[in-house]
């Protein structure tokens, strides 16, 4: 029987969780309190952790009770029945997991938790990444006595010579601390015997890029050890169940051709060309061939807020360009483009149609016709193999019983060296980046901090209505129009700023990408109570409601008026992006491409055993 508890309420977990810690717990009462909180410390904003507790003492109380004190998620599963041992405590937690990448570790204080930003930091391009004792500046003396020295080496040679293949590359096989990228597990085939739960997971998951990063064993906190002769026989037994599993024979057809079919790209300035743009350029730095379609070769007719595309009198000739590739990556909802395609080339014929969805539709002026299209194109959208969104309403939105898999890919950031930020008296420093259109909300913004002297906004960006919003500022000394800056500059504007702002008043905007930018630079994110973008700064920031220059003026004030507060918003905004990478939404788009080109039952490239070892 399992028993559970649900997230504590004061952390809820919206949306994604940006890792799920996986912690199997056998009369460890005595760790738990301490366990906690160094969690607490090492991990980022958004995590979660799920204790999976299999005691004859008070473990899952003393963890239940941990959760009223913990700025993460915290689940406690207590199983009557410990099916599998610890390895099957293991899989329990995993399957609860929500997160793209979940870590495992022991629940004794023997694998440190301060290690976890590391493991995290070696992960991408990998499908496990193992805290190791035996490589590097690893350290094992934490085993204490001569005797388990000597056990722990013998077992891993024993196991390396035994099944070879990516558990002889790993120098700490038998390592119980790890973390593992979820998508890559198939846990259907997990059968696990005892404590060596990694070797199960290689093994059955047929996993092949792994990275090891050097840890130390810490002596045990408190309680004693589990480890024992019975043990040793159970290990023995799992090795002959390993040995006997069919190697995994991955195929290797070589790199992927994918045509990504977009409304925006470069040159284009717009956050769904910016990300198309590190689509592209990571999806080719990792060997496949990545072509686009765009308004760039297609140009559109735009009429006002409205926009046509010239896609479908074009249809033949594109059909015949689609059908060279393996894939097609749709960006949309975009009228007469993405709904074309996935009328004419969609329902799972032909090439394979991996759809984002960014937002629903939402045009100013128009508001129930925009209704009516968000509801029709749901309907289409059904046609793809594969719905990929950036928060969790969209996805909740996307799914329906029988139509494609959905799944939530939030877009990522460069994480750059944190800014030092003075102390300062001065304004609050208030900072806006995006197009100047009606949607954005300046309309409200503006009026919100025009002449108040704690407040000092700067807005970069252009765009046809700039004109109208530098006439509602009416010259007041404390708000600057910059226009459209270099790269270069728009970092140090994020750097040297203190907040963030998004006050965008209609779902077109979704997610928030120049927010997570400004949050990996420190900056708190004040945003508009819109879904994706709430989802996003999460308990980091500040969110206000919509078309209400009151509310948002107010949330300034008071970020301007409590410095402390400010202080402790920043750090969480920073460790909100630090879970957030380019290269993990990357990996992410080419995982969710090779499952759906496996579930039409093609061929595609996985790699050889690899094996890197990090710091």
């Not at 948002?552 to 460790?575: H, K, M, T």
């Amino acid at each position: 029987m399992l028993t559970a508890t649900a997230p504590h309420p004061a952390t809820p977990a919206v949306g994604h969780p940006v890792v799920s810690v996986v912690v199997p717990t056998f009369d460890e009462a005595g760790n738990v309190d301490a366990l906690m909180d160094r969690l607490a410390a090492a991990l980022p904003a958004g995590a979660e952790v799920i204790v999976v507790d299999d005691s004859r003492d008070d473990t899952a109380a003393r963890a239940r009770a941990a959760a009223d004190r913990v700025p993460f998620a915290l689940t406690v599963v207590h199983r009557d029945e410990p099916t599998g041992g610890l390895g099957g405590a293991v899989v329990v937690g995993l399957r609860a997991a929500r997160a793209d990448w979940a870590v495992v570790m022991d629940g004794d204080l023997q694998h440190p938790p301060a290690t976890i930003p590391r493991l995290l930091a070696a992960a991408p391009g990998h499908d496990v990444v193992v805290a190791t004792r035996y490589a590097g500046n690893g350290d094992g003396s934490g085993l204490g006595s001569t005797y388990r020295h000597v056990v722990s080496r013998a077992s891993k040679a024993l196991a390396a010579q035994l099944l070879g293949g990516a558990v002889g590359a790993m120098s700490d096989p038998l390592s119980g601390f790890f973390a593992v990228r979820r998508a890559a597990l198939d846990l259907d085939a997990v059968d696990p015997i005892g404590y060596k739960i990694l070797l199960e997971l290689v093994v059955r998951s047929g996993l092949t890029r792994i990275a090891e990063v050097p840890f130390t064993f810490a002596p045990r906190h408190a309680e004693a050890s589990k480890s024992t002769a019975r043990e040793g026989l159970r290990f023995l037994r799992h090795l002959r169940a390993l040995r006997r599993t069919p190697v995994v024979a991955p195929a290797a057809d070589g790199p992927l051709r994918i045509l990504v079919i977009t409304s925006e790209a470069p040159p284009i300035v717009s956050g769904i060309s910016r990300c198309v743009e590190r689509l592209t350029v990571g999806l080719r730095g990792r060997g496949h061939t990545v072509d686009v379609l765009s308004s760039v070769q297609m140009p559109r007719l735009m009429l006002g807020e409205y926009r046509f595309s010239p896609l479908l009198a074009h249809w033949r000739r594109v059909a015949r360009t689609i059908a060279q590739y393996d894939v097609v990556n749709l960006h949309g909802p975009v009228p007469t483009m993405s709904d074309v395609v996935l009328l004419l080339a969609g329902a799972r014929r032909g090439v394979p149609v991996v759809y984002t969805h960014h937002s629903a539709l939402a045009v100013r002026g128009a508001e129930t016709l925009s209704e009516l299209y968000n509801r029709l194109h749901r309907v289409l959208s059904g046609r793809a193999d594969r719905i990929l969104t950036t928060s969790q309403y969209y996805a909740d939105a996307q799914r329906r019983a029988g139509g494609p898999p959905v799944e939530v890919v939030p877009w990522g950031v460069d994480l750059r060296p944190l800014p030092t930020r003075p102390r300062t008296d001065g304004p609050l420093k208030v900072l806006f980046v995006g197009q100047m259109r009606p949607y954005k909300g300046l309309e409200w913004l503006i009026p919100a901090v025009a002449g108040r002297p704690e407040l000092q906004l700067t807005l970069i960006g252009d765009g046809a209505h700039r004109v109208d919003y530098e006439r509602l500022a009416d010259s007041s000394d404390n708000v600057l129009f910059l226009g459209r800056v270099s790269d270069q500059d728009l970092h140090r504007a994020y750097d040297t700023h203190d907040v963030v702002v998004l006050p965008s008043v209609t779902r077109a905007e979704a997610f928030g990408l120049v927010v997570l930018e400004g949050m990996a630079a420190g900056c708190v994110p004040v945003v508009s109570d819109l879904p994706g973008v709430r989802d996003l700064v999460d308990h980091a920031g500040v969110v206000v409601p919509t078309r209400d220059a009151d509310a948002l003026g107010a949330a300034l004030l008071a970020l301007a008026g409590d410095r402390a507060r400010l202080a402790v918003l920043s750090r969480r905004a920073r460790r909100r992006a630090e879970g957030l990478g380019w290269d993990a939404c990357v990996e992410r788009y080419e995982a969710a491409v090779t499952a759906t080109l496996r579930a039409r039952g093609r061929r595609v490239r996985t790699a050889a055993p690899t094996l890197r070892r990090a710091g």
